[in-house]
């Protein structure tokens, strides 16, 4: 055999070797790292679409805006609307319930590591898919007055006819359908928020970050928060339907 042919053949050999295991490189480590960055960034993109869709809520409730339509592309998850959520309540000292609501939630679930941010009640919170624990992205409309000592609660509840979904591109289409607002005197200055979370997607510490932080109210158990200096509570309702998907 010729020994120029041998080394040829070798040579071919180790060169194809090479290549594959380079391929293999690539496909073992490289890819999952592209797939992470594209996953991280329809993330980044879903958050900054969840807040827009928060201003439009926002608008109808705050500004009469009657009629909201916002076109969106949702890529890397699935967005939902549902009726489901978690469980606020507020009430008195004696345990007189001032106001009880599941207010609904928009959600999107990432596909690569099933990362939620939700809009629940006006907030826009995130958690991640399988570790406990949650954080606030943008804040409810919620104001403690302290010369006034008036406490000023808005519930934002979203409403749809059936559960929606949505993965790529679609539209929301959100309108008015009522607007309440209650004033309750509390003679002993004290009233409790609490917040009952939904088993299946729970928000508890991010709300409890914003009631100790923002609110500066007071831990009473595990999910409930309470101020003792308030003269007025004002509770706002706002019921949005939500169609289009």
């Known amino acids: ?23 293999a490189i690539v496909v073992l480590y490289g890819f999952p790292l592209l797939l992470a960055g594209q996953g991280g960034a329809d993330i980044r993109n879903m958050e900054q679409t969840m807040i827009v869709l928060q201003n439009d809520l ?8 009657p009629y909201k339509e916002t076109a969106l592309q949702v890529s890397g998850g699935v967005l939902f609307v549902t009726e489901e959520s978690g469980t606020f309540t507020v009430e008195r000292f004696d345990g007189t319930e001032l106001y009880r609501t599941i207010p609904g939630k928009i959600r999107y679930v990432a596909d690569i590591d099933r990362t939620h941010i939700t809009i629940e009640n006006g907030a826009v919170l995130t958690r991640p898919g399988i570790a406990p624990g949650s954080a606030l992205l943008a804040e409810p409309r919620w104001y403690y007055d302290d010369p006034e000592r008036v406490l000023i609660l808005s519930f934002i509840e979203v ?4 559960p929606r979904s949505l993965a790529g591109v679609g539209r929301i289409e959100m ?12 003679p002993d200055g004290l009233v409790f ?3 009952i979370p939904d088993p299946d997607d729970d928000y508890s510490v991010a709300w409890g970050n914003y009631m100790k ?8 158990s595990e999910g409930t ?9 004002v509770i706002k ?6 169609s289009g998907i």
Do not use: C
Request: charge should be neutral.
């Open 237 to 242: 309702k706002i019921v949005i339907g939500i």
């Open 175 to 186: 309108k008015s359908i009522s607007t309440v607002t209650t004033e309750y005197t509390i």
């Open 159 to 162: 409403r749809t006819e059936s």
């Open 58 to 65: 926002k608008s109808i409730s705050y500004k009469m805006v």
């Open 1 to 23: 055999m010729d020994d120029n042919a041998v080394s040829e053949a070798i040579g071919f050999i180790l060169i194809f070797s090479i290549v594959v295991i380079g391929i």
């Open 225 to 233: 928060y309470f101020h003792s200096n308030v003269e007025t509570v």
């Open 193 to 195: 928020i609490r917040y």
């Open 213 to 220: 932080g923002r609110l500066s109210l007071t831990p009473e």
